[in-house]
């Protein structure tokens, strides 16, 4: 059992990296599109970390968790509904709305996961999962945008200045006007358990009531007990509660 739960510790701390959008979610007032400085560039992206946090007091989210493994991903193995509440002054909470599929997938995997964002989310804790220059070195790839979802966006080359389970090396890319997260693609750059290797994960944002929200989430992560395991979190019905001078 003790190894199972170890195997099992690495799919949760997967789908950690891959639900941790909300948190990591961007929202800025629209720039001028202009010639790209990097320093610039991500000056702007610090800016929109910070106007997403400042602007939003609390939201609701439907979060929907679905486990898949052995290279199946038509028919899940586990699957989970949740509505999850963020408040600015006390982090995430989470009601399980359903749960279905391997009990083994549930107790040590999806339940842990929900656990896991709660620590992350803690205010205490939040700002060290930011993409900001505190934690990350960014570096333009190239200066001209490239189109992805219909938007014109810049890719940024991430590498944290520390080693965690919940920060990622890959591409980071935000739109050209307003510098929010439209995709993120990378691997942790630390692996969560001795059993696998770091795991790879991407998500997907939109923007909503002017701040760029996490709708799409995939970890992959392979390890010796379970093979290769996937989770897609998919994100529904947002309602915010903006501060005051963002409804102004």
């Not at 997967?14 to 991500?42: E, R, Y």
């Not at 979060?63 to 899940?76: D, G, I, M």
């Not at 992959?220 to 007990?225: G, I, K, T």
Request: net charge neutral; proline share 5%.
């Amino acid at each position: 059992m003790g190894s199972k739960k170890n195997g099992m510790r690495q799919l949760g701390s997967a789908a950690t990296i891959a639900a941790a959008g909300c948190t990591l979610s961007l929202g800025a007032p629209a720039a001028t599109l202009q010639q790209p400085d990097n320093a610039s560039i991500v000056r702007q992206v610090d800016a929109a970390v910070r106007a997403r946090f400042e602007g939003i007091g609390g939201y609701t989210v439907t979060e929907h968790y679905a486990v898949y493994r052995n290279h199946n991903e038509s028919h899940p193995a586990a699957e989970m509904t949740v509505k999850t509440t963020y408040q600015k002054d006390r982090g995430k909470s989470y009601d399980i709305v359903s749960e279905t599929g391997e009990g083994i997938l549930l107790k040590f995997g999806l339940h842990p996961l929900l656990d896991n964002e709660k620590r992350i989310n803690d205010p205490a804790n939040r700002e060290a999962s930011w993409f900001t220059s505190a934690n990350y070195e960014m570096k333009l790839k190239s200066p001209d945008p490239e189109q992805l979802d219909g938007r014109q966006c810049y890719a940024l080359a991430i590498k944290p200045r520390r080693k965690a389970p919940n920060l990622i090396i890959g591409t980071l890319w935000v739109d050209a006007s307003d510098f929010t997260v439209v995709r993120l693609d990378g691997t942790a750059s630390k692996s969560p358990s001795i059993w696998s290797g770091p795991p790879h994960m991407m998500r997907d944002y939109a923007r909503m009531d002017g701040f760029s929200e996490a709708t799409h989430a995939r970890a992959v992560s392979d390890s010796a007990l379970f093979g290769e395991t996937v989770v897609t979190i998919d994100y529904q019905n947002y309602q915010f509660q903006l501060n005051q001078a963002q409804r102004q």
